[in-house]
Nanobody, 124 residues
Framework: VQLQASGGGLAQPGGSLRLSCAAS????????MGWYRQAPGKQRELVAS???????NYADAVKGRFTVSKGNAKGTVYLQMNSLKPEDTADYYC???????????????????WGQGTQVTVSS
């Protein structure tokens, strides 16, 4: 199962960006999806996540400013980022885990996938 992220770019402080991520594969089910970020010289950290049932979780640094949501298509997730701050500058990665049903020999297999990073820069 592969993830494709998009939507990064340059925003001014106080501005907004929306990130999108879509999963692709022949047959799979998704458990949780989320967004992580990694700033230069720092470790990758969780930004926001959403479970299959829709329960969300946010890092304290983004609570009240970012919103994670699922799309109508299976395996899609969005991150609406408002009131952006320079410290939000980072590469953002989407993440998903679930079950891959595509291999008839091995049967259902747990997977965890990462999308390629999409760069977010917040600067005036």
């Amino acid at each position: 199962v592969q993830l494709q992220a998009s939507g990064g770019g340059l925003a001014q402080p106080g501005g907004s960006l929306r990130l999108s991520c879509a999963a692709s594969g022949s047959d799979f089910g998704i458990n949780d999806m989320g967004w992580y970020r990694q700033a230069p010289g720092k470790q990758r950290e969780l930004v926001a996540s959403i479970t299959r049932s829709g329960t969300t979780n946010y890092a304290d640094a983004v609570k009240g400013r970012f919103t994670v949501s699922k799309g109508n298509a299976k395996g899609t997730v969005y991150l609406q980022m408002n009131s952006l701050k320079p410290e939000d500058t980072a590469d953002y990665y989407c993440n998903a885990d679930g079950i891959d049903y595509s291999d008839p020999v091995r049967g259902p297999q747990y997977f965890e996938s990462w999308g390629q990073g999409t760069q977010v820069t917040v600067s005036s």
